[in-house]
């Protein structure tokens, strides 16, 4: 059985830090407000001129360092945005020329706040089926740009960033003590965009657009389908809550995150926080969560790390993989 085993993460976040007290300067909101709310310290903020493609390539350079092999090695990259560089073409296409990759396919994938796990079981099955060999996953976002900075409702939860994970093809013996991507989970509910969309499009309105959100009723779904797809995702793979070492969720909210955590029984320390410092990074979040707790340690080679998401669709997901 061909498993997609990880090789190597990376991720890079734009140098502009904006706090929340620097926010309070030039909008009616506070430090304690927010991170009452959401847990949110600070932000990194893209600076003009730095598009999705440019946070992209670095995490990707950075995962293919970790991985220890080269862009012209890829024969997949899948980048998960809701931010692309242009309508078209794919924003994956600059990432693949800027790699040296001239094999193979690049393309993008807009699942949203989902998106990373949508992009690794993407990725997941077409190496299963024999489609892609060594594939780059990439989360890349620059959500400073559709976001409504007269919204203090919105524009405080946000930040910009990117995180990739490299997956190659292994012979795995079919059970749950493989290395690999053990399961994958998703759904949508398409009856629930008005809670959470862009009011802009090329084909609706021309513009690009701002987020739009109504967050009580994102939270209220965030918490009860995140339950359920952890449950689904693990019941796949035949493991049970106690067998996770990490839960790398979507980094949206800290309630949200918390929730999650305890109604799966694990301990704060077994779950991956990084919203105080990254905010909403929507697709990049959970791959510059993954980095994080990979380069500092925490998550090691044969753990079971379980990788869950939700955004705009509604869209949501889970991915169960052994590191
Ligand atoms: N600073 C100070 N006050 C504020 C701010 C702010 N930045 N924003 C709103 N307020 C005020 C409101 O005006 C309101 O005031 P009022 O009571 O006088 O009317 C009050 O604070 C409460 O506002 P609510 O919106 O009801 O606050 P709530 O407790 O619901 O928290 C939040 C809002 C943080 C957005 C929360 O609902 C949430 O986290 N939702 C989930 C969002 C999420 O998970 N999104 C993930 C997907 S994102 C994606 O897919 C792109």
């Not at 620097?22 to 949110?40: F, H, P, V, Y």
């Not at 997949?76 to 924003?91: G, M, N, Q, R, S």
């Not at 997956?167 to 079919?174: D, P, S, V, Y």
């Not at 925490?298 to 052994?322: H, P, Q, V, Y």
Request: glycine share 12%; charged share 20%; proline share 2%.
């Amino acid at each position: 059985m061909i498993r997609s085993v990880v090789q190597g993460c990376g991720s890079y976040l734009p140098e502009r830090l904006v706090t929340n007290d620097e926010l309070a300067k030039t909008m009616d909101t506070s430090d304690e407000w927010i991170q009452q709310r959401t847990g949110i310290k600070q932000r990194h903020i893209a600076a003009d001129g730095e598009f999705t493609s440019h946070l992209a390539i670095k995490a990707a350079e950075r995962a293919l360092a970790h991985a220890g092999i080269s862009g012209a090695d890829l024969d997949l990259i899948v980048l998960a945005t809701a931010t692309p560089d242009e309508t078209f073409p794919a924003t994956a296409t600059v990432v693949q020329k800027a790699l040296g990759m001239t094999k193979g396919a690049a393309f993008d994938l807009q699942a949203v706040c989902a998106g990373f796990v949508y992009g690794v079981s993407v990725a997941d099955s077409m190496i299963k089926n024999g489609l892609a060999g060594t594939a780059l996953v990439i989360g890349a976002e620059t959500f400073s740009r559709i976001l409504d900075w007269n919204d203090r409702g919105t524009c405080v939860l946000f930040g910009d960033g990117a995180g990739a994970i490299v997956l190659k093809g292994e012979q795995g013996n079919g059970t749950s003590a493989d290395r690999g991507i053990l399961a994958n989970a998703l759904h949508s509910d398409g009856r629930q965009h008005d809670i959470l969309y862009v009011d802009g499009g090329p084909s609706s309105t021309r513009t690009t657009g701002f987020l739009r959100m109504e967050g009580k009723e994102v939270f209220k779904h965030a918490v009860v389908n995140m339950a359920a797809v952890v449950g689904e995702v693990l019941a796949k793979a035949g493991l049970e809550a106690k067998d996770i070492d990490w839960l790398v969720p979507h980094q949206a909210n800290k309630r949200i995150i918390d929730s999650t955590g305890r109604k799966l029984g694990l301990p704060p320390e077994k779950v991956v926080v990084t919203v105080d410092r990254h905010a909403n990074t929507s697709a990049a979040s959970i791959p510059l969560a993954l980095d994080a707790a990979v380069k500092d340690g925490r998550i090691k080679k044969g753990d079971l790390a379980l990788l869950e998401g939700i955004g705009g669709g509604l869209a949501w997901g889970a991915s169960l993989i052994r590191w």
